[in-house]
């Protein structure tokens, strides 16, 4: 099954379950943060193993399902958990669930991740508004163009829309909420990072780290749609300054955890902002 096909099987079955619903906003949700799922009202369960050709998330934290339902009075389709590279599938199954939401007609994508924080002013449970990223994944775009997604060449000026950072931070601002902003790196893991490689990425310009998010903004871009994306800071470079620290995954969750109530906040608002047609580039 070619690419293309892969993508309309997996979208008419979905089309066919969700029918007449009709998702005008896509949602990512990243390692311990499916909180945000919990908030959708009347919703639609769709497993990932139930969709044809779909890959399954195997990662820490991540349900593996796509919820439909209103949040913010809009219908929303929130994949809760999603597919990395580091679990052996291929780029073009890691980007296959965005190229299909793009087909059931979403307009803005809101992404999250769980991150390091490579710079030094963060803290554990710092919420950061990804402002623009450094990819350092093999770039999902490689390969024969899909034409009826975008160009060849896709602009990548603002990866992440400038309306909806400016209103997530007056919501953030509203709400008592504070908020960083900055540059997200994303390395192909599934190892965490080095002390090394923590100077490194601080060095080229990153204030967080994580191992996903930029090839799903990357393929949502090439078909000009909107993105506003936000890391929850789960560990942070000074750490490995103490010998006897060590980098734990259930650890990383549960920061993530703490911090989802803030970012579904600010997700619920900044969806509920938008105009029923979806901020448009």
């Known amino acids: 099954?070619?690419?293309?096909?892969?993508?309309?099987?997996?979208?008419?079955?979905?089309?066919?379950?969700?029918?007449?619903?009709?998702?005008?906003?896509?949602?990512?949700?990243?390692?311990?943060?499916?909180?945000?799922?919990?908030?959708?009202e009347d919703p639609v369960t769709i497993p990932y193993g139930d969709i044809p050709g779909f890959p399954v998330s195997t990662a820490i934290g991540h349900k593996g399902n796509f919820i439909v339902g209103s949040l913010g009075g809009k219908c929303v389709i929130a994949?809760?958990?999603?597919?990395?590279?580091?679990?052996?599938?291929?780029m073009s199954q890691v980007v296959l669930p965005v190229r299909v939401m793009i087909k059931l007609g979403i307009r803005t994508l809101f992404v999250s991740n769980a991150a390091g924080g490579t710079n030094l002013g963060y803290h554990v449970g710092d919420l950061m508004i990804i402002?623009?990223?450094?990819?350092?994944?093999?770039?999902?775009?490689?390969?024969?163009?899909?034409?009826?997604?975008?160009?060849?060449?896709?602009?990548?000026?603002?990866?992440?829309?400038?309306?909806?950072?400016?209103?997530?931070?007056?919501i953030a601002a509203e709400e008592g909420i504070e908020l960083r902003k900055g540059v997200y790196v994303a390395i192909s893991g599934p190892c965490y990072e080095t002390p090394a490689e923590?100077?490194?990425?601080?060095?080229?310009?990153?204030?967080?780290?994580?191992?996903?998010?930029?090839?799903?903004?990357?393929?949502?871009?090439h078909s000009s749609i909107p993105v506003f994306g936000m890391s929850v800071i789960t560990d942070v470079a000074h750490a490995t300054d103490d010998e006897e620290y060590v980098t734990d995954g259930e650890a990383i969750v549960q920061a993530a955890n703490a911090a989802a109530d803030r970012m579904t906040v600010i997700f619920r608002r900044l969806i509920a902002s938008l105009?029923?047609?979806g901020l448009k580039a």
């Open 79 to 90: 994949m809760q958990g999603r597919i990395h590279y580091y679990e052996g599938y291929r």
């Open 131 to 170: 402002r623009d990223h450094i990819n350092l994944i093999p770039n999902p775009l490689i390969g024969p163009n899909l034409d009826e997604f975008g160009p060849r060449f896709p602009d990548m000026t603002r990866p992440y829309e400038p309306a909806l950072i400016r209103k997530a931070e007056e």
């Open 198 to 221: 923590y100077r490194f990425f601080r060095q080229i310009g990153a204030d967080a780290v994580g191992m996903s998010t930029t090839p799903e903004v990357i393929v949502a871009r």
């Open 275 to 277: 105009p029923s047609a």
């Open 1 to 40: 099954m070619t690419q293309i096909e892969m993508i309309h099987t997996a979208a008419d079955y979905l089309q066919s379950r969700l029918f007449p619903r009709q998702p005008e906003v896509g949602v990512i949700l990243g390692s311990g943060l499916g909180k945000l799922a919990d908030e959708i």
